[in-house]
């Protein structure tokens, strides 16, 4: 039998459709696909009418990528685009099982690695420890600070978030087949609800993943149907993006604290969640429980994985006093690949099971 090509080459696909190039990496367990080639130009003059864009006109690409058979309902992704601030090297946006998001902490993390691995920054001085990666995700800029030597990444990276608070707290919301639940809404990026699984007669460390998914999603539109979310700044970023359960541990301590978020169309982060961990902190904050730059430890309910983060300074977002969040954690790569289309295959832009 005939050995197989040293470099790989592309099986028969539809000419006109051309191969996505990824690079696949992971936060905590999180999945990132990161697009390196093949998507098709994303125009708009600023990054929301870029997403805006995206979604209405190359909605396909994000379906090729997150949707079953090239990925998983859980599957999580970005494109990279240009930016109109002067201050990003690079522009971002998210790609989930359900569309489009404002942030993505696990993203910011690896997106750090990444764009100092593949020259997308230049090369920090000679015996610099970290370099900096301005990051313009939908939500805002987000300043990535990543470990490096000789040249080479490693380590955690951390960022610092845009401005995060406290939307609403001891909400009362009617939970089917819960009751009424009290339930807390911050921002960190994203709008996540906070609710102690124990609210809701769960366990956040024991409960089956299915069990907690479920009570979450009742959460998440008991929310969304019984409280209007806004945002001061733009109405592309006011919707409630999921549901954080925790431990209910919220006063500080030098131990973590676990939770689990489940965002979109029924998601479950693997990680402990970088844009919820912001939230979360942001709401630890308002309630008097964390000072400034009093560090915490996130641990996931899915893989045990842990962020830090911590408060490092106030500031407002509209009239809503608020704060800059550092989140720290690891992120790897795993891999690369090129995706094609056949132009007979029926199955071409990819499908979910529920």
Do not use: W
């Not at 494109?79 to 489009?100: M, T």
């Not at 939970?175 to 124990?198: L, N, Q, R, T, W």
Request: aromatic content about 8%; proline content about 7%.
């Amino acid at each position: 039998m005939a050995s197989p090509p040293a470099v790989p080459r592309l099986p028969p696909h539809d000419p006109r459709t051309p191969a996505l190039s990824v690079v696949d990496m992971h936060t905590g367990g999180e999945p990132l696909r990161i697009v390196l080639a093949g998507c098709p130009e994303v125009v708009g003059p600023t990054l929301l009418a870029k997403r805006r864009y995206m979604r209405q006109h190359l909605d396909h690409v994000r379906r090729r990528l997150m949707f079953e058979p090239r990925g998983h309902r859980d599957m999580y992704g970005a494109v990279l685009v240009p930016s109109e601030l002067p201050d990003a090297h690079l522009g971002v946006l998210f790609l989930h099982n359900e569309g489009y998001s404002s942030m993505c902490g696990h993203a910011v993390l690896a997106l750090g690695r990444f764009a100092l691995d593949f020259g997308l920054v230049p090369a920090p001085p000679a015996g610099a420890r970290e370099a900096l990666v301005n990051i313009h995700c939908p939500c805002g800029l987000v300043a990535a600070f990543v470990e490096c030597e000789g040249g080479r990444t490693g380590g955690p990276v951390r960022f610092h978030s845009v401005p995060a608070f406290a939307l609403a707290t001891d909400l009362l919301v009617d939970v089917p087949g819960h009751g009424k639940v009290m339930v807390d809404i911050a921002y960190g990026g994203a709008f996540y609800a906070f609710v102690s699984a124990e609210k809701l007669g769960l366990d956040v460390c024991s409960t089956k993943t299915r069990d907690l998914m479920d009570a979450a999603s009742a959460v998440t539109e008991a929310v969304k149907a019984q409280f209007k979310i806004n945002h001061p700044d733009s109405e592309d970023l006011a919707f409630l993006y999921g549901t954080i359960l925790t431990d209910g541990k919220d006063a500080y301590s030098e131990e973590p604290t676990t939770n689990i978020c489940v965002f979109a169309d029924e998601q479950v982060d693997r990680s402990p969640t970088g844009s919820g961990v912001t939230a979360r902190i942001a709401l630890q904050y308002h309630k008097g429980l964390l000072e400034l730059n009093q560090t915490r430890a996130f641990k996931s309910s899915a893989t045990g994985s842990v962020f830090t983060g911590k408060a490092v300074r106030e500031v407002k977002c509209g009239d809503f006093k608020a704060v800059i969040v550092e989140v720290s954690g690891q992120a790897h790569y795993t891999g690369t690949a090129s995706f094609i289309v056949e132009d007979d295959d029926p199955l071409r832009d990819g499908f979910l099971l529920k």
